[in-house]
């Protein structure tokens, strides 16, 4: 088998290549904010651009040895926000449907606050492959939107108009193409080599070497 077959062969085994056009998002805002869920329906169908987070950890040199230091994980870090973009209808709906949502979380006539709770929701996220059958999902916990960005006009331009709305989120969990949550726990796998904890004497600087 020649290198490109096998190429081929080993990205077929995992459903084919990823299409970065083919993929469907769901939002549900806040029933307060929105109460006509066919309004979810409608922008959720109208997202021309996002980005999925990746997933980052967080390091802190460690200084407490002799010699070299090393970076060590101290916890776990996403992008601040996910921008997705929208096409926009000539009533502005999209505009209008994260506005009544950013207006439920801080009332524009009092300036009180909304609890947590209730404005946060989970924005799912699937590829569809050329079939549009979902093969793989994310799910941004707690999300709502934090900007929504302003509208730009031209006389010169002809382009069809979008908006952008950044989100903010908690942390993002992959799922399957049934929305089934993977990784959900940690299982290390058993070793089957053997630890050596033989120690070496004192280095003459007081160090005492492990191996």
Do not use: C
């Not at 993929?23 to 979810?40: G, K, Q, R, T, Y």
């Not at 060590?72 to 209008?96: C, I, K, N, P």
């Amino acid at each position: 088998m020649s290198s490109m077959d096998e190429f081929i062969a080993q990205i077929q085994r995992k459903g084919g290549p990823a299409y970065l056009n083919r993929f469907e998002v769901i939002i549900l805002s806040p029933f307060e904010a929105n109460a006509d869920i066919e309004a979810d329906r409608l922008t959720s169908f109208k997202v021309q651009t996002l980005t999925i987070p990746g997933k980052n950890l967080r390091t802190t040199p460690n200084e407490n040895i002799y010699g070299p230091t090393y970076e060590m994980a101290q916890g776990l870090t996403y992008a601040e926000s996910v921008a997705m973009t929208f096409y926009l209808s000539t009533e502005h709906f999209e505009r209008d449907f994260f506005v009544n949502w950013i207006d439920m979380i801080i009332k524009p006539d009092s300036y009180n606050l909304e609890y947590y709770d209730n404005y946060k929701r989970d924005i799912t996220i699937f590829q569809l492959d050329r079939q549009d059958q979902k093969t793989a999902g994310y799910i941004l916990k707690d999300a709502y939107p934090k900007t929504v960005g302003a509208i730009e006009m031209s006389q010169s331009s002809s382009e069809l108009g979008t908006i952008n709305v950044d989100f903010s989120f908690k942390e993002v969990i992959q799922t399957d193409a049934n929305g089934r949550v993977k990784n959900s726990g940690y299982r290390p796998t058993t070793s089957t080599t053997r630890p050596s904890n033989r120690t070496q004497p004192s280095s003459p600087y007081g160090a005492l070497d492990v191996i």
